[in-house]
Nanobody, 119 residues
Framework: QVQLMESGGDLVQIGGSLRLSCVYS????????LGWYRQAPGKQRELVAN????????DYADSAKGRFTISRDKSQNSVSLQMNNLKPEDTAVYYC????????????WGQGTQVTVSS
């Protein structure tokens, strides 16, 4: 069973930066995507950034475009999310996600890391 462990969440002021990291315990067969999601209190979990491992294409939520950057380090079995110019609305629990498989896609999730942007 692949385990994902996020780190880097913190309390930060408006306009500040954070870098979230996610390490996965092993490389499952055929990783197709790595991503970051977030869930704010009372809201549904939403996609923040997604990285296609074959295409190398990164997609971002509109709210993240121009401020967040997703990247992968294959040698470290990790995926990171650099977040700049943070806003109060970025406050949420951030979750790492890994999708793998061929015809049957399996998703793995981390336990989440809290990001709080203070006003």
């Amino acid at each position: 069973q692949v385990q994902l462990m996020e780190s880097g969440g913190d309390l930060v002021q408006i306009g500040g930066s954070l870098r979230l990291s996610c390490v996965y315990s092993e490389t499952p067969f055929n990783i197709i995507a790595l991503g970051w999601y977030r869930q704010a209190p009372g809201k549904q979990r939403e996609l923040v950034a997604n990285l296609g491992t074959y295409s190398g294409r990164a997609d971002y939520a509109d709210s993240a475009k121009g401020r967040f950057t997703i990247s992968r380090d294959k040698s470290q079995n990790s995926v990171s999310l650099q977040m700049n110019n943070l806003k109060p609305e970025d406050t949420a629990v951030y979750y790492c996600n890994l999708k793998a498989g061929w015809s049957d896609i399996v998703e793995y999730w981390g336990q989440g890391t809290q990001v709080t942007v203070s006003s």
